[in-house]
């Protein structure tokens, strides 16, 4: 079931636009992370999906709601969530959670429980200024979910945390997909894999790329194996090169690279050839290229074709 | 419901970084000071050396009104500046560290959100004016002469509705702009010209809000309101009612950006 839609969105600063025609959708349930390099759009995109811009032109729909306020349907964590230092946590979420319509009673429950939830609970009486990090981001996923949303969105929620912090929140993530409809940005496409189901590949105010993660993983792959021997690899070049099945082969510093049509025939022909030869094969790894070298080829693909229109 | 959430935050906030002591302390040391050097003036002048031998100046006692307008005259100097140093963050600073991004993902109305940051910067300017004008009272009666607790009453309401408009025009540049220090340049600015203006041009502009003192001391003067007063309060009232609809409807086109 389809939560919400998004349909031609467009955000343009002086004349260019930021966000770019946008077109998706997000299930109910899934997980979604909006993936991009710095300055393609995700923060942009968020704000507009949160209330707090408006957009140039297109259209936003939540499927269940289309009459209320939306904001009541959304928790929104911003990149750099700030909140008034002189209340303690405790104090600020029971604040929040009344401005979303809960009595006192449930927001000071709500509160406890998410801080709980989230690993704040012994600070609740400490001033939010006291915090550090970690704890402010913690903070501020709470104070997202505080109203229990349909639509639960984090703008790079871990990009300022430290390796440790990262990884809690991560895991908090992974807990509150199971729970909630989870939309978040990131610019580590290890992030978005590790936690989410779907994917929108974002660049330049455009996303490039959709669907699970799975489905891109695929769609993209080149399968490839790699060979390291004992001696110099050079000699072993042509006759992989004579191979039906190799399309090419790349001599790496220790190693050589090959593009393969098929990996099964691939592996068979090449094992087969490494064994009557008895070449000194020390390493022979089967791999495809990563989403990494996808997020990367998009990137570069685009900035190579910006290099040469200049 | 909201409204109140955020009206008791905004008093929370004002009692702990003690917003809640220091202004109210301010309004009140300016209205001790002129009962207090109007009835030691004598003294005062005694023990900077006198007199020269044989000068005799008569300095008369002002009636007991006039040194309450002397005191309405301190809070229209230095009691505005405080009103609007202590208003000029209300929202803009909110905006600019970007709490206000969290406040307004919930779903708050603008009108909710502005009406009641202006309550509560309001709340404290009446309660301040009142024990300020309160202690000018107190050492009016006990040091120099009567006025009455009705007359008392009258200037610190019609005096109130131009705190009230200062208020308003701060938090409308509040709105309009996300430095606390333009907020503050622009309200002084508005406020000094609304001054200046009806004081040059008094005769012409008899209902001008920055009137308000000589009208309240003709009110004291004469026993009964004048009708200049009536008007410039209701021109005041009107003014407010129109900046609050203006700046909820500049707030919600601003983007919290």
Redesign the interface.
Known sequence: MTILTVHDLTKTYEKSPVVDRLHFDIQKGSCVALLGPNGAGKTTTL?ML?????PTSGRIAFEDFPDH?I??Q???L?Q?????N??NGKEFLV??G????LSKKEASEQAEALMKRVGILEVKNQRIGKYSGGMKQRL?IA?AMI?KPKLLMLDEPVSSLDPIGRREVLNLMKELKQETTLLFSTHILKDAEDVSDELLLMHRGKIIESGTLQSVRDKHRIDKISLHFQTEPDAYVADLEGLEVVESVLREKDGLTLWVKDLEQAREAILERAFLNKWPVTQFEVGRTSLEDLFMKVVNDDAMADHFQA | ??WL??FK?EN??AA??FKWVWVPLVFIILGVTDPLSTYYLPEILDSMGGLPEGATVDIPTPPPGEVLIMSLSQFNMLGVLIVVLMSMGTISGERK???A????????HYHTYISAKWAGTLGIVAVSLFLGLLSSWYYTNLLIGDVAFGQFMQLFLFYGVWLALVVTFSLFFNTLFRSPGMVSFLTLAVVILISMVSNVLSHILTWSPGLMIPHLSTMLAEGSVPGELWAATSISLATIVILLIASTLVFRTK???
């Open positions: 704000r949160a209330g707090l811009i408006t306020d904001r009541a959304i928790g929104y911003p750099h969530p700030q909140f008034h002189w209340m604040y929040v009344q401005l979303a319509h501020g104070q109203h | 419901m909201q959430t955020i935050r929370l906030e702990r970084n560290s970007g709490v991004e969290l406040v307004l993902v919930k779903p708050v983007e919290m950006a």
